[in-house]
């Protein structure tokens, strides 16, 4: 019988930029590494706990602790692995998807094949992705967009007094398609509409999170006003009824360490297609490790941001990459083919 070793220490990655959205502000982002071996292969996950779900470094590697691997009787049996975890209560999704991420690493590896093959995947390449520009003083937000020259679509974090100048300021540099994420930023109704008007000038493509997610009446009267596609992100973990989101947004932001799994990430996207939902794939602050099992689910998906490694200096692994459109690839390697960086 197959037995497997857990292993995990905290992944702390810095930042290049001190990253800034509606909020909070950090340097560090305080992730996890994840390594689950049996047979000699090693299977790789990592979560990036978000505070915004009530979870840090400390909460995810107290949970994999609590972890016992003789439960995995059969490998090949996700479905049985995630049955265990739920056994252990609800929470804790970001320690939940890298054990998940790890055994789907181990199995594509055991199997010698890639995970987009193992999962009869369209095609290796997926949607163009966006650069993120976080909340920065209006006098360093030119340079910040030239260090974006490479990449076709910015997304640009607003949500602040200042929303109108900041985008103003990037329409001097760059006549590039935007994408907002207002994290929840604008708080009643009417703001949130003077800034959609303002912004159905400015070659903005899509508004993530324009309002708080408790604001369900006014989000579904938003949808109805707004020009512009919006995009549920704090409004779905994942666990909401997609019929319920679908009043209030035209899409929805999966991300892995909100969904808790990559299994489950896939039946959603099943699920908000039959809502009529856009599907986009989103990241936290990660290396190329989970951002690389992300952009395996954006095999299925509208719209991809996955610039989570390009936020942090000095990535440790290589795994997920662009084409020359902007467009995410997964490497033709076994398991999700991500390796060290040496
Ligand atoms: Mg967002």
Not at 134 to 141: H, N, V, Y
Not at 168 to 195: Q, S
Not at 211 to 221: I, N, R, T, V
Request: net charge negative.
């Amino acid at each position: 019988m197959t037995r497997f070793s857990l292993r995990y220490s905290p992944l702390n990655l810095t930042l290049r930029h001190t990253f800034t959205i509606s909020r909070w502000s950090r340097d560090i982002a305080p992730n996890v590494l994840v390594e689950l071996e049996a047979d000699g292969i090693v299977g790789l996950g990592e979560a990036s706990p978000n505070a915004r779900y009530n979870e840090s470094q400390e909460s995810c590697m107290a949970w994999l602790a609590k972890f016992d691997t003789s439960a995995i009787k059969n490998p090949f049996d996700v479905e049985a692995l995630l049955a265990t975890m739920e056994t252990y209560g609800p929470g804790n999704y970001s320690a939940k998807v890298p054990l998940e991420m790890a055994l789907y690493d181990w199995i594509g590896k055991k199997l010698g094949v890639p995970l987009y093959d193992l999962w009869n995947a369209p095609s290796n390449i997926g949607p163009q992705t966006c650069f993120t520009v976080g909340i920065d003083e209006t006098e360093k937000l030119p340079g910040r967009v030239k260090e974006a020259d490479p990449y076709p679509v910015l997304k640009i974090k607003l949500g602040t007094d200042r929303d109108k100048e900041i985008i103003r300021t990037i329409r001097t540099v760059t006549d590039k398609p935007i994408w907002i994420d207002a994290n929840e930023g604008w708080k009643d109704l009417e703001t949130a509409k003077d800034h959609i008007r303002f912004l159905a000038d400015q070659n903005v493509q899509m508004i993530e999170q324009p309002m708080p997610a408790a604001m369900k009446s006014e989000l579904a009267e938003l949808k109805k006003f707004s020009p512009i596609i919006t995009m549920a992100d704090e409004s779905f973990t994942g666990r909401e009824s997609v019929e319920e989101l679908a009043q209030c947004f035209h899409g929805i932001n999966l991300k892995l360490m909100k969904t808790g799994s990559l299994r489950r990430a896939m039946q959603l996207i099943h699920k908000g297609r039959k809502a009529g939902l856009q599907i986009m794939i989103g990241c936290m602050i990660e290396s190329s490790l989970a951002n690389t099992a992300a952009a395996l689910i954006s095999l299925w998906c509208d719209y991809a941001d996955l610039d989570g490694h390009l936020l942090i200096k000095d990535d440790p692994y290589k795994g997920l990459a662009f084409n020359d459109d902007n467009n995410v690839y997964l490497p033709e390697l076994p398991g999700m083919g991500v390796i060290p960086r040496v």
